[in-house]
Nanobody
Framework: QVQLVESGGGLVQAGGSLRLSCAASTRTFNKYTMGWFRQAPGKERDFVAAISLAGLRTHYADSVKGRFTISRDDAKNTVYLQMNSLKPEDTAVYYC?????????????????WGQGTQVTVSS
């Protein structure tokens, strides 16, 4: 079992930046593909970004490409999401997830473990 704890959410004005962190409670963090998803009220959980083992590959949703950057620090068992040029439509609960496969999956059901989420609110 892997526990994931997100942090770094908050309220920010449009155009601002936030950095989300997700700490994992596992000694085998380096064996997991990691992903970020978000869910706005009344909407489905959407893919945001994913990063492969050792950070060799990344994949982004079109809506965040060029604004968000996913990274990982295996020594700290942590994955990050740097979010720049935030827009009101980025407002959502952001979740990190861990996947034992090596694919940079976009479907939530392909991930094995989930955090509880952190709220990001972008005001206009």
């Amino acid at each position: 079992q892997v526990q994931l704890v997100e942090s770094g959410g908050g309220l920010v004005q449009a155009g601002g930046s936030l950095r989300l962190s997700c700490a994992a409670s596992t000694r085998t963090f380096n064996k997991y593909t990691m992903g970020w998803f978000r869910q706005a009220p009344g909407k489905e959980r959407d893919f945001v970004a994913a990063i492969s083992l050792a950070g060799l590959r990344t994949h982004y949703a079109d809506s965040v490409k060029g604004r968000f950057t996913i990274s990982r620090d295996d020594a700290k068992n942590t994955v990050y999401l740097q979010m720049n040029s935030l827009k009101p439509e980025d407002t959502a609960v952001y979740y990190c997830a861990a996947d034992l496969s090596t694919s940079l999956a976009e479907r939530p059901d392909e991930y094995d473990f989930w955090g509880q989420g952190t709220q990001v609110t972008v005001s206009s």
